[in-house]
């Protein structure tokens, strides 16, 4: 059973940056498919991005891209999402979230459904 673990959320300033990590026990992620996703109060939970084990192609939303980066550290077990330039509006709850059998062709492919989910780190964007 694969376990997924959430860390790095916090506060920073407008246009300031963050890196939030997804770690696993259980399994390991590079035989995984792993999406990213956000969900701020009040608002319907958002994919950020989306990651292939195949061939590790990323599908970004239009809101974070050139500002947010997917990585894998696989000796490590852990994916990464760094957030720069960030803004008040990407302040939610993130959650990463792993499939064996999900294929990503494009963003819309990101909101396929997912075996297992981390519980979320917040991040919060205010001076």
């Known amino acids: 059973q694969l376990q997924l673990v959430e860390s790095g959320g916090g506060l920073v300033q407008p246009g300031g940056s963050l890196r939030v990590a997804c770690t696993a026990s259980g399994g390991s992620l590079d035989d995984y498919a792993i999406g990213w996703f956000r969900q701020a109060p009040g608002k319907e939970r958002e994919a950020v991005v989306c990651t292939n084990y195949l061939n590790r192609n990323a599908y970004y939303a239009d809101s974070v891209k050139d500002r947010f980066t997917a990585s894998r550290d696989n000796m490590k077990n852990t994916v990464y999402l760094q957030l720069n330039k960030l803004k008040p509006e990407d302040t939610a709850v993130y959650y990463c979230?792993?499939?064996?059998?999900?294929?990503?062709?494009?963003?819309?492919?990101?909101?396929?459904?997912?075996?297992?989910w981390g519980q979320g780190t917040q991040v919060t964007v205010s001076s």
């Open positions: 979230a792993a499939d064996r059998s999900n294929y990503f062709a494009g963003y819309a492919d990101c909101y396929f459904n997912y075996d297992y």
